[in-house]
């Protein structure tokens, strides 16, 4: 991928920090990069394995995931996903990335969603894909969203579409893997608990509970920078900019 591909899932200011080699992650998928002034850093940590081959106690890896499923309708807006009061939360403490987590998708109207994508008193969802309709993450631009998702346990969120400052920035923080459905109708046939496999070598969401199969579009170059953790270490990873050893 060129510098140039890499840049384009974040914006002029992220990008301005993104490359320079001063600003090297403490750690292996963490990244210290405010976006702008009073902003928070983003940690990127997986709270759990969630991979199929993880499950199984093979060697770990992204290709595929499963899990139980969350779904939501459509536009599904930031401030469902983590509300503004829970944004003084510093993703890169990792008690406050935690309790982050435990805040995803508190927004959401109970009336419409009675089960909650994170349990009361727990930090973590049993949820590992997210399925939702058009204009996924709209709203306010806030990091926080894809972090709180991630945080929470989640790998994956596969809509129908998405807003576009979402979508980078959940590639930018690489916390969840934001997958687009080729065609419609999963977020309106698949329930909340079902079983479902997302392989992203074959591009399908594979409804176990249902036996339905839905096509999803390739993830592309923002494939690799999910994996490595993000645009700061996907950069680092290939040479863009200094690792913190060199």
Do not use: W
Not at 75 to 87: K, S, V
Not at 125 to 150: D, K, M, Q, T, W
Not at 202 to 216: A, D
Request: with cysteine.
């Amino acid at each position: 991928m060129t510098a140039a591909a890499l840049l384009s899932f974040t914006d002029a200011a992220t990008a301005t920090v993104a490359l320079a080699p001063s600003r090297a992650p403490t750690r292996a998928r963490t990244q210290a990069a405010p976006r702008f002034t009073g902003a928070v850093s983003l940690r990127c940590r997986r709270t759990r394995p969630l991979t199929a081959a993880a499950a199984t106690g093979d060697s770990p890896s992204s290709a595929a995931f499963h899990g139980e499923c969350f779904v939501v309708g459509d536009n599904i807006d930031t401030d469902q996903i983590i509300p503004a009061e829970h944004l003084t939360l510093v993703p890169s403490k990792p008690d406050e990335y935690r309790k982050l987590g435990s805040f995803a998708f508190v927004g959401l109207p109970t009336a419409a969603y009675p089960i909650p994508f994170v349990a009361p008193g727990e930090e973590s969802s049993r949820y590992a894909v997210i399925i939702g309709g058009a204009n996924f993450g709209c709203g306010s631009s806030r990091e926080h969203a894809p972090v709180a998702l991630g945080a929470a346990g989640a790998r994956a969120v596969v809509a129908e579409g998405y807003a576009r400052i979402f979508f980078r920035n959940s590639v930018a923080t690489g916390e969840v893997y934001p997958l687009e459905l080729a065609d419609s109708g999963a977020s309106k046939e698949c329930k909340t608990g079902d079983v479902v496999t997302v392989d992203l070598d074959s591009s399908v969401l594979i409804n176990h509970t249902s036996g339905k199969q839905y096509k999803l579009k390739p993830i592309g170059d923002a494939g690799p920078v999910i994996e490595a953790g993000g645009i700061f270490a996907y950069a680092r990873k290939t040479g863009m900019i200094a690792s913190k050893s060199a």
